[in-house]
């Protein structure tokens, strides 16, 4: 379970434990997740090992294999992931680094590790978190979309390549979502699903369908876009990320138009 320190990860290590699954618990946040440990121990008879480690590193990805090289996993819930936001030539390139190196190289490495221990005892579950703003160019998101809809893609295709083999991928799709990735991203949110809807919507599909979109906004979201070009898509989708980032156009206004002003004095 990565990214289980907050959010959807959080969300998803509950519900799993609330299913009787013993847990290995993966983000950064060593006290986070061992306040959540606590709280599950209490809750549920389930065992929980936690795992505090950087995924944006190639060591975190070995601390995940490592760790697990003697369990009998069954199912990896890819929850890690952040995001960027605002006008794409104002990214900060080790940050979008980083996110890349989050969002879908160690979503692949653990992918294949632990498919190819499902594909050889034959059965297993696989769920990767994908984004509705990955279905198609996100202005003042542009990155962090591509990210999302690399793992739409991979997702599809592990779910076709891996049918009949007793392992199960699913992509899962929200819109937005109320939980601490709109504060790293620099967005601002209004009516959001909530972690637990998107937790329990995507448990449930797993093995009957190949992409699920939770959540009534999100579902909202999809079916009015889904009928429209795809630069009518990206255009809408635009608008929409506009809104929620419009805060930093003004911020970045008032920084150029203060630094312009100190000029002025000095000259």
């Known amino acids: 379970?990565?990214?289980?320190?907050?959010?959807?990860?959080?969300?998803?290590?509950?519900?799993?434990?609330?299913?009787?699954?013993n847990l290995v618990l993966v983000a950064r946040r060593k006290d986070r997740l061992d306040s959540l440990a606590e709280?599950?121990?209490?809750?549920?008879?389930?065992?929980?090992?936690?795992?505090?480690?950087?995924?944006?590193q190639d060591s975190g990805i070995d601390?995940?294999?490592?760790?697990?090289?003697?369990?009998?996993?069954?199912?990896?819930?890819a929850a890690a992931g952040f995001g960027t936001s605002g006008p794409i030539l104002e990214a900060n390139l080790d940050e979008e680094r980083a996110m890349l190196q989050v969002n879908c190289y160690a979503l692949l490495a653990l992918s294949v590790h632990f498919g190819?221990?499902?594909?050889?005892?034959?059965?297993?579950?696989?769920?990767?978190?994908?984004?509705?703003?990955g279905w198609q160019g996100?202005?003042?998101?542009?990155?962090?979309?591509?990210?999302?809809?690399?793992?739409?893609?991979?997702?599809?295709?592990?779910?076709?390549?891996l049918k009949g083999s007793g392992v199960d991928v699913l992509a899962s799709a929200p819109g937005p979502v109320n939980s601490g990735f709109a504060a790293r991203a620099n967005m601002h949110m209004g009516v959001a699903a909530t972690p637990e809807d998107i937790a329990q919507a995507s448990l449930a599909s797993l093995?009957?369908?190949?992409?699920?979109?939770?959540?009534?906004?999100?579902?909202?979201?999809?079916?009015?876009?889904?009928?429209?070009?795809?630069?009518?898509?990206?255009?809408?989708?635009?608008?929409?990320m506009h809104g929620m980032t419009k805060h930093q156009m003004h911020g970045a206004s008032a920084v150029h138009m203060k630094q312009a002003s100190t000029s002025e004095d000095q000259s």
């Open 63 to 77: 601390a995940v294999v490592n760790a697990t090289r003697t369990m009998d996993v069954g199912l990896l819930v």
């Open 207 to 240: 093995g009957r369908s190949r992409t699920v979109v939770p959540g009534l906004l999100s579902k909202i979201l999809t079916y009015s876009l889904v009928l429209l070009p795809r630069a009518a898509r990206t255009w809408v989708m635009g608008q929409i």
């Open 1 to 21: 379970m990565t990214g289980a320190s907050d959010g959807i990860g959080r969300a998803f290590a509950r519900e799993a434990a609330r299913g009787g699954l």
């Open 138 to 161: 996100t202005p003042f998101a542009a990155h962090y979309a591509a990210t999302k809809a690399y793992v739409q893609s991979l997702a599809e295709a592990m779910h076709a390549e």
């Open 116 to 133: 190819r221990q499902f594909a050889k005892r034959g059965r297993g579950g696989i769920i990767l978190m994908s984004s509705l703003v």
């Open 39 to 56: 709280e599950i121990a209490a809750t549920h008879k389930v065992e929980t090992m936690v795992l505090a480690c950087d995924l944006s």
